[in-house]
């Protein structure tokens, strides 16, 4: 196979890190709730305090393209079919392929508590393991992009496994370019990654990449009342 023609600064590199704190931000996030709701959603604030239900940990690796861009991306010996990253300008030279992840406590926790029948509390405890992960995924990415941009390489654009523009089936290819095993993220079974509260990502990297028109979010039905969505907690 033909290898891209890249400059040098698209080397493979890859990042990962565990065990730093996202709590804090979540706590402090300005969404809008009911008095009732934040009576709740304090008292899961606590018991997640109190029990240390969050291990959040990321693996990132950016990968450059083994052979000119197309509908196929063919990079690191996978090949992904992810047109959508394809620029309007600029030049796409390699791939970002990340896993992110807040562990397995906090899903244990919610199911114990929805057999303890405190569903509320369970409801809340599962709306904040959300938070944090998507947290996690913001704290991961901003880092890779820190990295990039000191080598004059920007990033752009997201798909995950099962979005329109990127099928489930790639979700394997994506976790074994994203080394996910380094923050403890595997494939249970399927396309389902353990743990549960865990997210997997693809960019595009490369010269002079504009910034997306789209975004992974467009296409969904809640996007008119998502909170986070208007907090701007996604990229």
Known sequence: MRRASTPDRTRSFAV?????????????APLKRTALEQR??????????RENLVQPAYSFCVVPLEAPPGRILCAGG?????PKLLPSSGML???????????????????????????SLAVALDALGN????????????????????????????????????????QPAVLRLA??????VTL???????????ASMVLGVGLDLPRARWSRCDTCPNLPRCRVARADLLL
């Open 131 to 170: 938070e944090l992960l998507l947290a996690v995924v913001r704290r991961a990415q901003d880092r890779v992009h820190t990295l990039l941009r000191r080598r004059g390489l920007t990033m752009a654009g997201e798909l995950r496994a099962g979005d329109p523009g990127l099928a489930l089936e790639a």
């Open 16 to 28: 990962s890190a565990g065990g730093f704190d996202v709590l804090a931000q979540v706590a402090a």
């Open 78 to 82: 996978e090949r992904i079919e992810a």
């Open 179 to 184: 080394h996910a095993r380094r923050a403890g």
């Open 93 to 119: 030279t390699a791939l970002a392929c990340g896993v992110a992840t807040i562990g397995a406590a906090l899903e244990q926790r919610v199911s114990a508590l929805f057999g303890e029948r405190r569903a």
């Open 40 to 49: 709740v959603r304090s008292t899961a604030l606590a018991l997640l305090r």
């Open 188 to 198: 249970a079974h399927g396309s389902t990654m353990h743990p549960l509260k865990s």
